[in-house]
């Protein structure tokens, strides 16, 4: 069974850093692409970040420049390293991974359960 774990989110003030670990767990993954999503309160869900497999990284405006998106593939673990925090970027972020387990001969999306970030002086 796929699994996917976030952690690392917390209350920081403005200005602040947090690193959020996406970590997949099942038996003999492929991982494809990756990214990191996040919906505020009232607000649809937007990606923040995707990387590819071979590690080319895309960033939605608000990111570019304060987030870096980075993968361990031999830990099947991928990273949001989230500096200059703002207000605005309050949310729950989830980690979203193309996974095909090694009993399945086709990718498909999988969904980490959250982890709130707040942040607020």
């Known amino acids: 069974q796929v699994q996917l774990v976030e952690s690392g989110g917390g209350l920081v003030q403005p200005g602040e850093s947090l690193r959020l670990s996406c970590a997949a767990s099942?038996?003999?993954?492929?991982?494809?692409?990756m990214g990191w999503y996040r919906r505020a309160a009232g607000k649809q869900r937007e990606l923040v970040a995707s990387?590819?497999?071979?590690?080319?990284?895309t960033y939605a405006d608000s990111a570019k420049g304060r987030f870096t998106i980075s993968r361990d593939n031999g830990k099947n673990t991928m990273y949001l390293q989230m500096n200059s925090l703002k207000p605005e970027d309050t949310a729950v972020y989830y980690c979203n991974a193309a996974i095909r387990p090694g009993s399945s001969s086709n990718f498909r999306a999988y969904w980490g359960q959250g982890t709130q970030v707040t942040v607020s002086s």
């Open positions: 099942g038996s003999r993954l492929s991982i494809n692409g």
């Open positions: 990387i590819t497999s071979g590690g080319s990284s």
